[in-house]
């Protein structure tokens, strides 16, 4: 079956380190993203990427890194600059392209930082 | 700038009530609109979107949501809510190449 696996679906992190959420598509889509949701305030675009090696910082790219080395991948590294990263991270591909189709989810990410 | 616009970040509806999401959108081109929906800890799930063409669109579940351009508005219906329909519910318009997502409203269900 076709889909979105963001791994893992719990992740804890002690302050000042850095961590990775690992994201993956086989729907053969060029665009992915990732959105940061937090209660009551819908999601909020981190990065996106329209093409494998090339992507673009949201609205909210601040202590957050990405890299799209395949078509497949576009994981999402939260540093330790990034002040408040406990949230709920989800990740999305599109077909992509000049126009932009539905996206399609991944089951999300939580972060906490103890 | 494109936006978007959710009236109510809470809603609730008895069971087997007409269920009316409202969404209301800002756009420099047109509109590409979407309703999503998402239950607790898990992503995002397409139920319908609006291109081009009819304006009155019909998604998954049951739910169904009108293009009005002179409203700008996008609203999502259903006309007996279930249970299952409890969930917070996504209103998003579509620029050049990202979508923009309006903050969400969370449907209750009244047994």
């Known amino acids: 079956d076709g889909g979105i696996t963001q791994s893992p679906k719990y992740l804890f992190r002690k302050e000042g380190q850095n961590v990775t959420l690992s994201c993956e598509q086989n729907l053969n889509h060029d665009a992915m993203y990732w959105y940061r949701q937090d209660p009551g305030q819908g999601l909020r675009l981190i990065y996106y990427s329209q093409i494998v090696n090339d992507f673009q910082k949201g609205d909210i790219a601040e202590g957050y890194s990405v890299s799209r080395e395949k078509k497949e991948s576009f994981p999402l590294t939260v540093t330790s600059a990034q002040k408040n990263p406990t949230a709920f991270y989800l990740c999305?591909?599109?077909?992509?392209?000049?126009?932009?189709?539905?996206?399609?989810f991944g089951p999300g990410t939580r972060l906490t930082v103890l | 700038a494109q936006s978007v616009t959710q009236l109510g970040s809470h809603v609730s509806v008895s069971e087997g009530a007409l269920v009316l999401l409202r969404c209301n959108y800002s756009s420099s081109v047109p509109p590409y609109l979407f309703w999503y929906v998402q239950y607790p800890n898990q992503g995002l799930q397409l139920l319908l979107k609006y291109t081009t063409g009819a304006t009155l669109v019909k998604g998954i579940n049951g739910f169904e949501a009108e293009f009005k351009k002179s409203e700008t508005s996008f609203h999502l219906t259903k006309p007996s809510a279930h249970m299952s329909d409890a969930a917070e519910y996504f209103c998003?318009?579509?620029?050049?190449?990202?979508?923009?997502f309006g903050p969400g409203t969370s449907l209750s269900v009244i047994p």
């Open positions: 998003a318009v579509r620029t050049h190449d990202k979508v923009i």
């Open positions: 999305a591909s599109s077909i992509g392209g000049l126009e932009v189709y539905e996206q399609f």
